[in-house]
């Protein structure tokens, strides 16, 4: 259930690109750092999709994606190789011709004359963005994202990510920070599943859930109480801590 | 790039399901396992999807998939408190009932007998699935998951999940093995993408993936190559080697 929000919340998906990702390949890092970033700032995220590097599936997923939401933000497939066709994809999905960003072209070369390495045609590709597109700066290695419409094309390695997603939040329109509780149970779900139920109830304002672990042949949970608003969370947890106690 | 295959290949599809890993609170390990899982077996995870406790998110992803691929696996909201909605979405998804079953009821009710534990009307919810539903095995919990249509509906906890799906494996259709080499590049990227492209476009059997790591300030790269045939598969990886060494 999501939060539930006096005003209209600000929506975001993720959309992870990336044969590795996959195959088992490589463990996604991007997918839980975007989710925690989005929630710091009150922004809800609301879907994810993983998809390979093929180009008809990006541009399903992107443009399912960015007519739903607020912001779209996408990982992987910007590099310089063959398989690097995220840059075509989004290009497709906006209906715009992909081309070298004169911005892009002049922080590359000037990257790389500042390392005595070739700027080569494969390098230039980084350069490529949708016409119409912003770049979005990269501290980590230079080679820029960008963003087009409500779509932020970023990296898929995680510390490049990271940065881009730094330079972008604070163009991003926020929504009120969520606040959460975490109550460890003594009990298990099925033991206080009935009068959690109603004190889901009695709370609309909250957001309630029940996770449970299980660790070297143990199970314990965790209850979750997560709002907009922080008397109403306090008061779910009244509820919630006073019915632990009384069973 | 998908892996190119001579026969039809099996398909699949993920459906994460939960709140907690859209707030960034907990960190997914379902879709690796499943993604290293279904390499091992040959078949090719196409797509993955997250999406929170919300039925009609939960209908409308697992229509999609389930249309498209050969098999779809879900995880999480199949415990027994209010945010466990999945089954009712799913029974939505295929138009039947939801209700207790037979079987589940059996197994469970034993489970709490042998405890000593009430079989309360929470603990019961865990039987609930869609009519025409077949339960998955749990040895770590007992409380099933079930399988409806092509759509196999698993425990979002990480150890049950994996329980679930050895228990689903012996009933997939298989494809041919996926086999892979990693090469490490002492060149980057950029050096080395147009070599690669025409090594990819001369092995059109085998799939080329170029993937950098930015750790501790350096950047390395690992050029790996998969192929269900073997034999294609080594000449790309001798041509690739040969490229590199020559350069």
Do not use: W
């Not at 889901?200 to 672990?213: L, M």
């Not at 143990?218 to 979750?224: A, G, H, K």
């Amino acid at each position: 259930m999501s939060v539930p929000t006096d005003e209209s919340p600000v929506t975001a998906a993720m959309l992870a690109i990336g044969d590795e990702l996959l195959s088992g390949r490589t463990k996604d890092a991007n997918i839980a750092h975007l989710a925690a970033t989005m929630t710091a700032v009150g922004i809800d995220l609301k879907e994810v999709r993983i998809v390979a590097d093929d180009e008809a599936a990006i541009v399903e997923a992107v443009d399912a994606l960015r007519k739903r939401y607020r912001y779209v933000f996408t990982s992987g497939g910007i590099g310089p190789t063959h398989d690097d066709i995220t840059a075509d994809a989004i290009a497709r999905a906006f209906g715009v011709p992909c081309r070298h960003d004169d911005r892009a072209m002049a922080v590359l070369a000037e990257h790389y004359r500042g390392r005595g390495v070739a700027f080569t045609e494969a390098r230039q590709r980084m350069a490529r963005m949708p016409e119409g597109s912003e770049p979005i700066e990269n501290r980590v290695s230079k080679a820029p994202g960008f963003r087009i419409g409500n779509v932020h094309v970023m990296a898929g390695v995680p510390s490049v990510f990271q940065a881009m997603l730094d330079a972008v939040l604070p163009t991003l329109q926020t929504g009120g920070t969520v606040h959460a509780r975490a109550i460890a149970s003594p009990f298990g779900e099925g033991d206080i599943a009935a009068p959690l139920a109603e004190i889901q109830k009695e709370h609309p304002k909250v957001s309630i859930g029940s996770y449970p672990r299980f660790r070297d042949r143990n199970f314990s949970l965790e209850i979750v109480l997560r709002s907009r608003d922080e008397a109403a969370l306090a008061a779910a947890e009244d509820a919630v801590r006073d019915m632990l106690e009384h069973r």
